[in-house]
Each structure stands twice: as C-alpha cells, then as structure tokens.
C-alpha cells in the first residue's frame, strides 16, 4: 500500500495495476501498517513534512475505497495453520490468511499483490497469483 501512497521506485507501476483493478481488499490491520512505514519515515528524515501530509491524505483516500478483511476466528485459524507450514511472520501470516478468507478459499480467484519476497512464496504455495 505504502507504493500507492509514497511516489517511489513502484509507485507508477501500482497505479497502473490499479487503474486496471480498482477493488482493493485489505487486511484489518494494513492501516496501521501503513501509518508505521510513514511515521517511520518522516521521523527518520527521509520523508518531508510536506511529502507525508499528501501521503496521510492518500492514505485516507484509499482507506476510504478499500475493503478490509476483518479479525475473526476463521482468520486466525488460517494464520495458525500458515505458520505451521510456511517460514512467515505472523503479521504476514494474518495478511495472507486474509487474502484467503476474502479468496473464499479460492486462491485462484484472487491475486496478490506484494513485494515481500517470502510472503510471495508462501502466496503462490497456497495458489494464489501473485502480482
């Protein structure tokens, strides 16, 4: 989310893949992910203060269009089992457990889009294209 928000290196790229599908689906706690990567940021001097007020404006923007995937004990059954078999994070195992449960448990009907390598791996493991 943070490429669709900040103008970095695949920032231009993420806009075309919006422009071609505009639904984005979440998980409940890319919000504060998002606000993490930027806080960070700025406080670290490599965002400018002018730069993050756009980027909380995008930020708001988006979340505003999106749609989030929220915590419930089928998400969570399907994190546990994600890091039972795959080497994730658990905030990666959540995202992915996400995409599962907006996938219907169908990965196939739904694509990934993420530029953490071992999310990726673990994504297309469980069948989903990724992006």
């Given at each position: ?7 970095e ?15 984005i689906?979440v998980w ?24 993050a ?6 930020l708001?923007?988006?979340a ?21 078999i ?24 739904l694509d990934?889009v ?5 999310l ?6 469980e069948g989903?294209?990724?992006?």
């Open positions: 989310m943070v490429a669709l928000i900040l103008n290196i695949s920032h231009a790229r993420m806009l075309q893949q919006l422009d071609a599908d505009p639904e689906v409940w706690a890319t919000p504060v992910e998002c606000v993490s990567a930027l806080a960070r940021r700025e406080r670290e001097g490599t965002l400018p203060v002018a730069d007020r756009i980027a909380w404006t995008r708001r923007e988006l505003a269009e999106w749609q989030e995937i929220v915590p419930s004990a089928t998400v969570r059954n399907h994190a546990e089992r994600l890091l039972r795959h080497p994730l994070r658990a905030g990666d195992a959540l995202q992915l457990a996400a995409a599962i449960v907006a996938a219907e448990g169908d990965p196939q009907s990934v993420t530029f953490d390598e071992r990726k791996d673990c994504a297309v493991k989903f294209s990724v992006l």
